[in-house]
C-alpha cells in the first residue's frame, strides 16, 4: 500500500509506504500491457507477433475512440524510435498509460495500418473508457 498527499493545497508526487485504510492509499500495481511485440516473427518469446484480422469490422470505430482516449493518457517517453515489426517505418518513442493499461504510441498504426485488432480485453477496456469519458 502507498499513499500520495498535499502539502499546501498542491498535490506532490511522491508516495510513502501506507497501512490501509489510512487517507490517500491505494495498490501499487503493474499495469496491463497491449501492443508490445517480439522483435522478429521467428523469436521464441511469449510476446505476439502483429497479426492482421480482415474480417473485424470494429476498427474504424476502435480508432476514433483510441484517439480521444490516447489525449488523455500519460506519455512515458523512452530511448529510442519503435520500429514497425510489419513495414519498418518509425513508429515512436513513448508509452501511453492510462487506468491500469500501458501500450505503445505506435500501436494506433498497427491497428489502422496493419489491420491488427487489439486483444478482447483491450477493446473491450478502451470502449469501457469511452463511456466513461462520454458522461463527464
Known sequence: MFASGEIEDRLWGFY???TPGEVGTFVAREPEYEGYWRATI???SDLPWP???PEWAGRAVFLSLLDGIEARAERIAYRGISICRVCNCHNGYEGLRLTG??????????????????SREFEKHILSLTDDFRRR
Open 51 to 53: 497479426t492482421s484480422d
Open 16 to 18: 510513502v509506504p501506507a
Open 42 to 44: 521467428d523469436e521464441q
Open 101 to 118: 493499461w500501458e501500450w505503445p504510441a505506435g500501436y494506433r498504426h498497427y491497428v489502422a495500418d496493419h489491420g491488427v485488432r487489439p
